[in-house]
């Protein structure tokens, strides 16, 4: 056998195996999804989804189906009965598109944003805002990693502004939590200096972007939960027929009573066998320590509040609630919690963030909490009674006046009483 067939041999097939993956990815591909797959995916509440694009973009831009993104966190996994995707089946015109899972906070969810600018533009959306988040630290390293992956990452460089404030901050915290490793962080680095990318750095940031973004067509229908097939679609038909408020809050406070009979805290049976009762004893007193006054979460909020502005995205905040036997129990101190969210609603307020649902002051209400620090049964009700007016009734243009003051570390870790809100409100926002 010759020089040449030995070695044709040898590399032929890995030749030919990489020659395959250049035309599977690099090729144009076009899928069209179905609007089972596209259901499937709303409510999966998948990292797949969260970090990719091609499901999210297709079933926002289906005008017949009328997705709304709902943006939060682990609140929306608590889905009984009165959860906001089986209430929206029953009762309204709209399908909530859920953004969101343990960890999901405001960095994570700018980058899912950025995925999809224009199916965002000019268009409603539900925020939901946890003051859990505003922990010292903000969102954690191996969190962020684990839902906001290269494809993301790539959008976000491609349409960074170098001479933004809002663009270059983002760079900033994207180089921290990358640990300034990787291709991501060498070019978040320069913007978050100022300098623009170079011609290279576009071009190849255009490959990788063309190369996943075909990996995505490919297979972003697989590896989602089934949550509408197991949990949203069995329940739609056990609410009645026509909507009635105050039908469903009686409702709602019943099955609570119903379901929630092995503790003292109001707390759904099975979440507290599972979760709580085991170690009940070592949480007394737990939580008497916690603060979330001074955090880079103020900042990395305002980085989503300018992407709402961006994209003239009329949106409605809710503030969570923490469930107050829970709170009593393990020493929360709720003066800190209302501090909290006084600090949260001035930075919304003062930039015409005004749609704000403050439910801080609910979690002693009967039904209202589902476990520890998460709405069920009474608060789903009030939250799909709000939002659905929102959603279905014409309101006004959004108004937004943003100011990069609030990007500081000043604001980050300032303590919110009257006198520092008043004196940076007359420092910085007049």
């Known amino acids: 056998m010759s020089n040449r067939k030995k070695l044709w041999s040898i590399f032929g097939p890995l030749i030919v195996a990489i020659l395959m993956v250049m035309v599977v990815f690099l090729l144009p591909w076009k899928f069209n999804n179905t609007p089972a797959i596209e259901q499937k995916a709303a409510d999966s509440l998948s990292a797949t989804v969260f970090k990719n694009r091609n499901l999210k973009v297709a079933a926002l831009s289906d005008k017949k189906a009328n997705y709304v993104p709902f943006f939060g966190s682990s609140e929306l996994a608590r889905m009984d009965l009165f959860h906001p995707s089986v209430m929206a089946a029953r009762y309204h015109d709209y399908k909530p598109f859920l ?13 899912n944003m950025a995925m999809m600018n224009k199916q965002l533009k000019n268009r409603k959306a539900v925020y939901i805002i946890s003051p859990q988040w505003f922990v ?65 750095d576009r071009a190849n940031l255009k490959v990788r972007l063309t190369f ?35 039908e469903l809050m009686t409702m709602a406070k019943q099955m609570h009573a119903e379901q929630s009979t092995n503790n003292r805290f109001g707390i759904l049976n099975s979440f507290y066998s599972k979760r709580l009762k085991k170690g009940i004893k070592n949480l007394k007193g737990a939580q008497k320590n916690f603060t979330y006054l001074q955090s880079p979460e103020y900042n990395d909020l305002e980085v989503v509040l300018k992407q709402f502005q961006k994209n003239n995205t009329d949106v409605i905040l809710m503030i969570t609630p923490v469930n107050a036997k829970w709170e009593k129990y393990t020493g ?57 007016a929102f959603i279905e009734n014409k309101q006004p243009a959004p108004n937004y006046k943003l100011n990069d003051a609030f990007l500081s ?15 940076f409100e007359q420092a910085y926002l007049k």
């Open 212 to 246: 996943l973004s075909h990996e995505d067509q490919l297979f972003s229908g697989f590896f989602l939960n089934n949550n509408y097939g197991d949990k949203i679609a069995p329940q739609i038909t056990q609410l009645p027929r026509q909507y009635n408020y105050q």
């Open 136 to 200: 010292k630290q903000g969102v954690s390293p191996q969190a962020f990693k684990y839902y906001n992956g290269n494809y993301a990452d790539y959008m976000w460089l491609e349409q960074a502004n170098p001479k933004s404030p809002y663009d270059r901050y983002t760079a900033s915290r994207l180089v921290i939590l990358l640990n300034g490793q990787g291709f991501v962080s060498s070019l978040a680095y320069k913007i978050a200096s100022g300098k623009a990318l170079s011609a290279a």
């Open 332 to 388: 929360m101190s709720m003066k800190i919690y209302e501090q909290t969210v006084k600090k949260i609603k001035f930075q919304l307020q003062s930039q015409g963030f005004n749609n704000i649902l403050d439910y801080s002051k609910d979690g002693a209400k009967k039904g209202f909490m589902q476990d520890t620090i998460h709405l069920g049964w009474a608060g789903w009700v009030k939250f799909d009674h709000q939002v659905s």
């Open 409 to 423: 570390t000043k604001w980050a870790n300032l303590k919110p009483s009257t006198t520092n809100l008043d004196n």
């Open 99 to 111: 953004f969101g899972s343990r960890g999901t906070q405001s960095l994570p969810q700018l980058f």
